[in-house]
């Protein structure tokens, strides 16, 4: 989607360093000013906070808390069911 400039903006919701790559691949598009990446990350107080990034690139962050998380949690199980 980002290669067919189908979004403006998308945010990647991970620390998951194999996820990187992909990162890259959107920043070395050079979109002016579209597409663009951003991140997210958790923000935990007291705490060392990772977040994905790209050398040499400014990738902005959004630093979430557990409250923004549990106001858009989905509750949903989505195991499927056991035959007994």
């Known amino acids: 989607m980002a290669v067919a400039r189908e979004f403006d903006i ?49 990738v902005w962050c959004h630093w979430l808390r557990s409250e923004d998380y549990a106001a858009v949690s989905d509750l949903t199980d989505y195991n499927l069911p056991t035959t007994g």
């Open 10 to 58: 998308g945010v990647l919701m991970s620390t998951d360093s194999d996820l990187v790559p992909a990162l890259e691949a959107v920043v070395r598009l050079n979109g002016r000013p579209y597409p663009r990446c951003e991140v997210a990350a958790w923000s935990r107080p007291g705490a060392y906070s990772r977040r994905l990034g790209v050398a040499g690139a400014k």
